[in-house]
């Protein structure tokens, strides 16, 4: 089956970290484009970052640009989000999400999402 | 950059058709796919049309995609609404090196 599964979001005081991850199964996060999108409680959707693994390529909204760091362990196949510098603001539940095909296919895989609240 | 705008919310009956749109601020709506996500309470969002006007594996032919360039939007339709479709649903696309999504619109089936 193919599936995603977050783990590491908890509470954090701003200014804090926090490492998230995302492990694969049923498919190799070499083979596609990896995603981290987020949902801020009661609003929308909002992209984070996205890598192409077999590059190594990565893309960052400028909201997060320069605190966030995506990442890949092939050897776990899975998926990793460096949040430094938090603010009250990244507070959200942070989705891993595959891209089905090259760069403009859908977001066809999704976890079931792990919770970041960013307060003193 | 440009910005992908939804109606905040729709309502509409069991049986009845309703249209979510999704208008792009700036550039064309046809240059770069657009997909929808539907995403119930508590849920993470699954793909219900891809690459503009395609079905999901699963989703029913009661869903369609479509682009119109004259609107420059892209505009989600459901026939025959179920409770069940009850929902928020997303559309998203592309800018360069980011993907967008618009802000969302929550149906609601009464």
């Known amino acids: 089956e193919v599936q995603l599964v977050e783990s590491g979001g908890g509470l954090v005081k701003p200014g804090g970290s926090l490492r998230l991850s995302c492990a694969a199964s049923g498919f190799s996060v070499s083979d596609y484009i990896m995603n981290w999108v987020r949902q801020a409680p009661g609003k929308g959707l909002e992209w984070v970052s996205s890598?192409?693994?077999?590059?190594?390529?990565?893309y960052y909204a400028d909201s997060v640009k320069g605190r966030f760091t995506i990442s890949r362990d092939t050897a776990k196949n899975s998926l990793n989000l460096q949040m430094d510098s938090l603010r009250a603001e990244d507070t959200a539940v942070y989705y891993c999400?595959?891209?089905?095909?090259?760069?403009?296919?859908?977001?066809?895989?999704w976890g079931q999402g792990t919770l970041v609240t960013v307060s003193s | 950059n440009f910005m992908l705008t939804q109606p905040h919310s729709v309502s509409e009956s069991p049986g009845k058709t309703v249209t979510i749109s999704c208008t792009r601020s700036s550039g064309s709506i046809a240059s770069d796919y657009v997909h929808w996500y539907q995403q119930r309470p508590g849920s993470a969002p699954t793909t219900v049309i891809y690459e503009n006007n395609q079905r999901h594996s699963g989703v029913p032919d009661r869903f369609s995609g479509s682009i119109d360039s004259s609107s420059n939007s892209a505009s989600l339709t459901i026939s025959g609404l179920r409770t069940e479709d009850e929902a928020d649903y997303y559309c998203q696309s592309y800018d360069s090196g980011n993907k967008v999504f618009g802000g969302g619109t929550k149906l609601t089936v009464l």
């Open positions: 890598i192409i693994i077999t590059n190594s390529y990565t």
């Open positions: 999400a595959r891209v089905s095909s090259g760069w403009f296919g859908n977001f066809d895989v």
